[in-house]
C-alpha cells in the first residue's frame, strides 16, 4: 500500500484531481511506515466509508486485501499539487544536553562524597 498524500475533504472525488492520478508505472519514493497508536482525541477510522483519520496497518491490509506494508510518499510531484504528499516526519530524539548535564552531577556528587570519606 502506498500513502500519496492526504486531499482536501471537497475534493474527495477522483474525477476532481484526476491530474493527479498516474496512468501508467510511476517510481515511488518513500518511507516505511511502521503502526502508530492513535491518541484519545483521534476518531474511530470508518472503512467502510472510506475514512482513514489514522494509520491502522492491519485494518488496511485487511479491507483493501493488500500486504500489510504501508509506504508513506516523500518526494513527489503530482500534477494539480495533489494529494499533498511528505507529510510524514522522522523525528529523533535528542537529549544530550540532558545526558552531559546528569552523568556530569552524578560525577560531580561522586566526587563530593569522596571528598568528604
Keep these: 500500500m502506498v500513502n500519496r498524500g492526504w486531499i482536501p475533504h471537497d ?12 496512468t501508467g508505472p510511476v ?15 483521534t476518531p474511530d477510522n470508518v ?20 500486504d500489510p506494508i504501508v509506504i508513506d510518499v516523500t518526494d513527489a510531484n503530482f500534477p494539480g499539487g495533489l494529494p499533498m504528499a511528505d507529510q510524514t516526519t522522522a523525528n529523533i530524539r535528542n537529549n544530550h544536553l540532558s545526558y552531559a548535564v546528569t552523568w556530569y552531577m552524578l560525577s560531580a556528587s561522586t566526587a563530593a562524597m569522596i571528598f568528604l570519606l
Design 11 to 22: 475534493m474527495k472525488d477522483p474525477k476532481l484531481r484526476s491530474a493527479g492520478n498516474p
Design 47 to 66: 472503512p467502510e466509508k472510506g475514512q482513514w483519520h489514522w494509520i491502522d496497518v492491519g485494518q488496511l491490509a485487511d479491507t483493501l486485501r493488500a
Design 27 to 41: 517510481d515511488v519514493i518513500g518511507m516505511l511506515r511502521h503502526p502508530i497508536r492513535p491518541s484519545s482525541f
